[in-house]
Each structure stands twice: as C-alpha cells, then as structure tokens.
C-alpha cells in the first residue's frame, strides 16, 4: 500500500490509528484549527477541526511542536484523526452575514470559524452534529490529515476568544492588502501554521477583497509570499561556500547541496523502494522543478507544495549567513513514512537539515563527490541518476563553458 495512496478505509490496516473510536454527535471541544475545503469551489466546505474534548489542545495542530520534541509520526496521525470536522457548505466569497443569519446556521458557523482562524489558543466550543461524523471518501494530499466530518446542526463558542495584539491590528487594517499583513505577522515571529489560518478564513487584506482561502492553497501561498520576499533580501547578498547540510524527519531526510553563486533552486523527490514516483507527469522514478535566478511564472506541478515548503527555510539559512547559493536539494522519502502527513514534513524536515553544521568544500568536484558517496552508503542510492537530470548542474556547466572565451 503506498503511502501516497492511502484511502481513509485504509486507515484501520494502519496499527496505531484507532479510526473506529466512538465519535459523539453532541459534545465539548477544544479547536485548535480552521479547514476550509477546495472541493466544489467556490461552494466549499467550512469548519472547525476539534477532538470531542475540552482543554488544551495546542498538541493536535503544531508542525514546530512536534518537530522541536521529535513526536512520532503514529502520535501526530492518532492527534489528527481523532480530530472531528464540525463543517457547513459556504461560498468563499461571501463573508458578510446579514443579522438574521448570524443567529443560525451555517452563518453563525462561518463566524466561528473565522474566530479559530485567528485565535491564539485553541477555542472551546459546544457542537452539536446533525449525524454522527464519518470519515469522508477523499484525502486533502497537502494538508495535515483530520477525522471524520459531519455537518453541524448548532455551535457556540463558550468562552472569550484570545486574540494577540500584531494580529489583532492586521486584522482590523481593512487597508492593508494580505502579503504586507503575513509578512508583518512573520517577521514578528508567527510561524507559517497560524499565517496559514489567518489567511484561509480570510482575515487579511483590502475589506473589499477579502475571501475565504482553501486551506490547501492556502499553506503554499504563504510559503510562497515568505519566499519572495526572502529571494529578494538574499539576491543583495554576496556568494556563500560548497557546502552540504543533511538530516530529515519522520522517514524524510533532505541533502541540500550549496553552489556559490546567484541565486537558484531545484528540488528533486524520490521514494526509495519504488520504481515509479506517484506524482511524477512524466512517469519517473522521482519527481522535480527548478527556478533560475529569475524565478518561476507557474506552479511547481511536480513537486507541489513540497518545493515551496523546503524552500522557505533554505531561505531562512541564506538570510542567517548573508550569502546567496544555488540550492540543489534532493528529498529522499522512506518505508518510515508510513502515513501521509502534509507539506509541514517538508517544511520541518528541511529545517532541521539547515540547522546541521554543514561540511565545507574547496571545489563542486569535492561537493559532490561527497554527496554521491554519502547518498550511496545511507540509502544504497546511485546519486547521479538525479544529477544526470539537473538543470541547475547542466546550467552550471553552460556557464562555465561560456566563462573560459
């Protein structure tokens, strides 16, 4: 069973999810997140994700948590799907609730939802459901997994909801257009998870503009806002050394390669064990995209949300050490990986590769000299069936040929 593929009636094969537990239709809970769906855009549907208790539930929704204190990838799936999707159908548009409709469902959802967006601890809540929740036919593949889903019948928030005071004012500046606003809340520190939900519930940007975001979407347009912006600051930068970083998370280790030169980036994925990478357009055995110093105009199809979450804190690195590189990153993704979990492993396990003292070399010759010995006694991997298909290397050389006229 591949772990890409994974259907939810699958998930009862897989030992330490409990899928069957016994979900209420009536009770007490604790959100820690949002979701917003993307099926049938721009009806959607809305709702909030919470286990059928109260309290603390921080635990269920924190990528940097669970990376900081190494939880296992069975702990985070068991916190997620025991999380119930208390959901409506909404238009994503349509934000403002006429009175009358905010004492009812789905509007008063709607608000409640928006409220989890922004909160900064998670909302306690009574729900009750119109059935029992099930767990629904098709898998979101980039977002964090959650449980079953059942549309609501009532909600309320039994408590005052917590707002901090940068998001607080981004959020009242109807004024101020929504990447100015995450990069604001950024730089002061959110991490990407709470931008993802500020954004989604559609919390920021011109009043008149302001809409609901996917959630799937909106987890890439926030890598993808913080990386421009990092591209920009780290092109002023002088030329960095050779260097290596390795390490990973949860069954995926990245080896980033540094070039010293102008900026560019090429991510390549490939899923030891298998002949055939399951996202890959042209039927490869990995799958990958490229930026030139110049960037990119369309979407990494290949690599998804992938290529812009490990690219967010390669970035960050350049930022701390000044320099500019060219970044070869090569993802290689194992039998540890056993349940799908969203881009935030990419994100994660990118960092904690970054944050490893890197190895140093005179040459790219010794670079990646280094890199195909290290990749083939760590996973028995021949390495130049990637670097044979680089564009980033073939673009290397070009230049090379062209510097000796």
């Not at 306690?124 to 997994?145: F, M, Q, R, W, Y």
């Not at 002088?238 to 970083?245: K, V």
């Not at 002949?275 to 799958?287: C, E, L, M, R």
């Amino acid at each position: 069973m591949h772990l890409q593929r994974l259907k939810f009636k699958d998930l009862e094969q897989v030992p330490f999810l409990n899928v069957k537990q016994h979900f209420k239709q009536d009770f007490q809970g604790s959100s820690p997140a949002p979701f917003i769906g993307r099926f049938g855009y721009p009806q959607v549907n809305i709702g909030i994700l919470s286990p059928q208790i109260p309290g603390n539930t921080s635990s269920y929704d924190s990528p940097r948590l669970w990376s900081s204190t190494a939880v296992p990838i069975g702990t985070i799936a068991s916190l997620r799907y025991s999380l119930v999707n208390s959901c409506t159908r909404w238009n994503v548009k349509e934000l403002k609730v006429k009175e009358w409709y905010k004492q009812n469902q789905p509007g008063k959802l709607l608000e409640i939802t928006r409220e989890v967006g922004i909160a900064a601890k998670p909302v306690e809540l009574e729900v009750s459901l119109k059935k029992l929740p099930a767990l629904p036919v098709t898998a979101e593949k980039e977002i964090i997994p959650f449980g079953p889903q059942a549309e609501v019948r009532r909600a309320r928030i039994t408590e005052n909801v917590k707002v901090d005071a940068s998001v607080e004012r981004v959020v009242g500046d109807t004024d101020l257009k929504a990447t100015p606003a995450l990069l604001n809340l950024y730089q002061r520190g959110l991490e990407e998870n709470v931008l993802t939900k500020i954004l989604s519930t559609g919390n920021v940007g011109l009043g008149r503009n302001r809409k609901l975001v996917p959630t799937r979407w909106s987890i890439t347009a926030v890598d993808d806002t913080l990386g421009k912006k990092l591209i920009a600051e780290i092109k002023q930068f002088p030329p960095g050394e050779y260097q290596a970083y390795f390490d990973g998370a949860w069954g995926n280790y990245y080896l980033i390669l540094f070039f010293p030169e102008g900026w560019s980036y090429e991510l390549f994925e490939t899923y030891l064990g298998y002949k055939v990478n399951p996202w890959s357009t042209a039927g490869n055995f990995y799958s990958t995209d490229y930026e030139s110093y110049a960037g990119r105009k369309e979407y990494a199809e290949e690599t998804a949300g992938g290529y812009y979450a490990a690219r967010l804190p390669i970035l960050e690195k350049m930022k701390q050490v000044k320099r500019q590189h060219a970044a070869l990153t090569l993802r290689f993704i194992t039998s540890e990986y056993n349940v799908p979990l969203g881009v935030f492993v990419c994100r994660e396990a990118a960092r904690k590769a970054v944050q490893e003292k890197p190895l140093t070399f005179a040459s790219p010759a010794l670079l990646l000299s280094y890199a195909r010995d290290f990749i083939q006694r760590r996973f028995g991997f021949d390495l130049n069936l990637l670097l044979n298909q680089s564009k980033l290397l073939k673009n290397k050389r070009q230049q090379a040929t062209l510097s000796q006229f």
